[in-house]
Nanobody
Framework: QVQLVESGGGLVQPGGSLQLSCAASGRVFATNAVGWYRHNPGQQRELVAAITPLGHTTYPDSVKGRFTISKNYAQNTVYLQMNSLKPEDSAVYYC??????????????????WGQGTLVRVSS
């Protein structure tokens, strides 16, 4: 089973930027869609960015224009560039892969195993 490790979180002021990284133990990003999610206690896990093997991306309105997902195949790594951060972006961020190359199986209900995540806190 592919292992995913998230990193890059931290404390940032409102309006600031962070880049998160998701490193995979295998070349899964070439065949499976990848998503970045965030989660706060008491709330549902939210998909904030996704990318298919062909490079198609999708974002919810809450982050569109501020977040950018990208991949580095050679390094088996997916990035989430987060700009113009707001306090409401604070959460633990996770990456995960779907069953195939579509966005469909990136819905949280289809994903059972999650990594440790990386904490993002936006505060002055």
């Amino acid at each position: 089973q592919v292992q995913l490790v998230e990193s890059g979180g931290g404390l940032v002021q409102p309006g600031g930027s962070l880049q998160l990284s998701c490193a995979a133990s295998g070349r899964v990003f070439a065949t499976n869609a990848v998503g970045w999610y965030r989660h706060n206690p008491g709330q549902q896990r939210e998909l904030v960015a996704a990318i298919t093997p062909l490079g198609h991306t999708t974002y919810p309105d809450s982050v569109k224009g501020r977040f950018t997902i990208s991949k580095n195949y050679a390094q088996n790594t997916v990035y989430l560039q987060m700009n113009s951060l707001k306090p409401e972006d604070s959460a633990v961020y996770y990456c995960n892969v779907g069953r195939d190359g579509s966005f469909y199986y990136l819905q949280p209900e289809y994903l059972e195993i999650w990594g440790q995540g990386t904490l993002v806190r936006v505060s002055s």
